[in-house]
């Protein structure tokens, strides 16, 4: 059984900016490694709906980061993360639009919160 998720109250940022400042980035940084204007990143970090392709190329960015890391610097396990895992899907006429899904600001939170999802993630992809 894994540990208790933080609560509404305690989810004040999103969790692409706690994995961005896991990885020690600045917005300026992703935004360069995902190949998106820095105010997109901000915008996702406000909960702002971006396009499926932003949240792609954030994802894949994110996940490049993470592999590139020695395991020993990151406080979790890497699994592979997609689209669904940081994004919630908005309905719109005209296209698919995505807004970030909530995580903790805290540091102590964000690292625990982080831990939780990544194990978790790593068990649903073996069992």
Do not use: H, Y
Not at 17 to 39: D, I, N, Q
Not at 48 to 63: G, H, I, K, Q
Not at 71 to 76: G, I, S
Not at 93 to 119: S, T, V
Request: hydrophobic content about 35%; charged content about 35%; proline content about 6%.
């Amino acid at each position: 059984m894994s540990e208790k998720q933080p609560d509404a109250a305690q989810l004040d940022s999103t969790l692409v900016e706690a994995l961005r400042k896991e990885l020690g980035w600045s917005k300026a940084e992703l935004a360069r490694r995902a190949g998106v204007a820095e105010r997109t990143i901000t915008n996702m970090d406000d909960r702002e709906l971006v396009t499926e392709d932003t949240c792609m190329r954030v994802v894949a960015a994110l996940n490049r980061g993470m592999q590139e890391k020695p395991p020993e610097q990151l406080e979790f396990p890497f699994v592979k993360l997609e689209e669904v895992d940081l994004f919630q899907s908005i309905p719109d006429d005209k296209q698919r639009r995505l807004k970030a899904l909530p995580g903790p600001g805290e540091l102590g939170l964000r690292r625990r919160n982080i831990k939780i999802f990544m194990i978790d993630k790593a068990k649903q992809k073996t069992g």
